[in-house]
């Protein structure tokens, strides 16, 4: 149970954190000193894309899945796991990533441009 318990609970903060990623910028419109975790956890996603590191918290599920006697995550990893084929076509991945990085982007341009 506990096994099970530290896969589920890596599984949502990985979903929160994902989510913080994409929209982390509109919230640092109304926190504005939030900004500095938002560049760092876009700067984290960047790199785990780009240069293929490794996510703790996908490590982290993993672990706690394989200790649950639950399949492990594919070698891909969390992401080709839970979101890649199964909220839109992998084919159109290239895609969502330029509509998620301009998303990001224009949440900073409002934070810039928002000023106090």
């Known amino acids: 149970m506990t096994y099970r318990l530290v896969a589920d ?10 989510a913080y990623v994409v929209v982390g910028g509109f919230v640092a419109w109304r926190w504005r000193r939030t900004i500095w975790a938002h560049l760092a956890v876009v700067c984290w996603a960047l790199l785990s894309v780009t240069a293929g590191v490794d996510c703790p918290l ?7 899945r394989r200790g649950a006697g639950l399949p492990a995550l594919p070698r891909s990893g ?3 796991h839970y979101i890649e084929g199964v909220i839109y076509p992998e084919q159109y991945s290239g895609v ?3 509509a998620l990085a301009a998303v990001v982007t224009v ?4 934070y810039v441009l928002r000023r106090p």
Not at 11 to 18: A, D, G, S
Not at 58 to 64: F, I, P, S
């Open 107 to 110: 949440s900073y341009a409002g």
């Open 78 to 80: 969390f992401i080709d």
């Open 58 to 64: 996908t490590v982290l599920e993993d672990w706690g």
């Open 9 to 18: 609970l890596a599984m949502v903060v990985h979903f929160t954190f994902l």
């Open 96 to 98: 969502v990533r330029l």
